[in-house]
C-alpha cells in the first residue's frame, strides 16, 4: 500500500501550458505539503494544508495554486508554466502540524518545460 | 530563520567502516531535528529525529545521530556502512513553535564502496 502517491510521476510540457499534480495519501494524516527540489537537490517548502486550509505559502508565484478537496489529497495545479518550473515536485503528509512529527514523503513527480 | 547547513556534497567511505555526515543548524528556541535518505528517483524516507531527552537517537537501517546543543550539531553515523548505504542524504530541522516549516540542508551524497 503506497501511503503518499502522485501523478503523474513524469511531466513534459510546453511553455506557456497548465498542468496539474495530484497527491493523495492514505495514512489518515491532517496535515499535507508541496515540495520542490530544483536541478541542485535543494529542498524547498512551498504550500501546507491543514485539514484542508492553507497554513503555509512559502512566496510561491500565484502561478502556482494547491487543491484540497478533502484531507487526504493536495494538488497543485501550475498556470501559465515557465522553463523555470522544471524541477521534481514532492507531496507529503504528516499527523499533525506540530514540529516534532515527521513528514512521510511521496515519490516525486518530475516536471520538465520545454 | 532558521536553516541547516551540510559542509560536505559527498563523503566516501568504505564497507565495513563507519561512516559521518555532518549537520549543523541554526533556529530560534529548541530544535526539533531530522534525518531523510533520499535512493535515486525515489522521495525522501524518513530515518530518524531528535525531539528531546538521550542526545543519541537510534533510527532505521542501523543509523543514529547525536545531538550536540553546544555545538548546534546532529551528525549522522553508523558503525559499519554497507554498499546499499549510499543515496543522498538530508538533515532538516523545525522550530518547536506552532506551525513552523521543516527546512532541509543541501544534502550530502554518500558514496560506499565495496
Known amino acids: 500500500d503506497t501511503a503518499v502517491s502522485q501523478t503523474p510521476k513524469y511531466l513534459v510540457t510546453q511553455m506557456g501550458n497548465d498542468k496539474s499534480i495530484k497527491c493523495e495519501q492514505n495514512l489518515g494524516h491532517d496535515t499535507m505539503y508541496w515540495y520542490k527540489q530544483d536541478s541542485k537537490k535543494f529542498l524547498k517548502i512551498m504550500f501546507s494544508y491543514n485539514n484542508k486550509e492553507l497554513i503555509i505559502n512559502e512566496t510561491v508565484p500565484n502561478r502556482f495554486s494547491p487543491k484540497s478537496p478533502d484531507k487526504a489529497h493536495l494538488n497543485l495545479h501550475i498556470n501559465s508554466l515557465e522553463l523555470g518550473d522544471s524541477a521534481v515536485y514532492f507531496c507529503?503528509?504528516?499527523?499533525?502540524?506540530?514540529?516534532?512529527?515527521?513528514?512521510?514523503f511521496g515519490q516525486g513527480t518530475r516536471l520538465t518545460v520545454v | 530563520a532558521q536553516s541547516v547547513a551540510q559542509p560536505e556534497d559527498q563523503v566516501n567511505v568504505a564497507e565495513g567502516n563507519p561512516l559521518t555526515v555532518k549537520c549543523t543548524y541554526s533556529v530560534s528556541g529548541n530544535p526539533y531535528l531530522f534525518w531523510y535518505v533520499q535512493y535515486p528517483n525515489r522521495g525522501l524516507q524518513f530515518l530518524l529525529k531528535?525531539?528531546?531527552?538521550?542526545?543519541l537517537v537510534k533510527g532505521s537501517y542501523g543509523f543514529e545521530a547525536e545531538f550536540n546543543k553546544s555545538q548546534t550539531s546532529f551528525h549522522l553515523k553508523k558503525p559499519s556502512a554497507l554498499v546499499s548505504d549510499s543515496a543522498l542524504y538530508f538533515c532538516?530541522?523545525?522550530?518547536?513553535?506552532?506551525?513552523?516549516?521543516?527546512?532541509f540542508g543541501k544534502g550530502t551524497m554518500l558514496l560506499v564502496s565495496p
Open positions: 532538516a530541522v523545525r522550530a518547536n513553535s506552532g506551525y513552523s516549516t521543516l527546512t
Open positions: 507529503a503528509s504528516s499527523q499533525l502540524p506540530r514540529a516534532n512529527t515527521e513528514a512521510f
Open positions: 531528535y525531539i528531546t531527552g538521550d542526545n
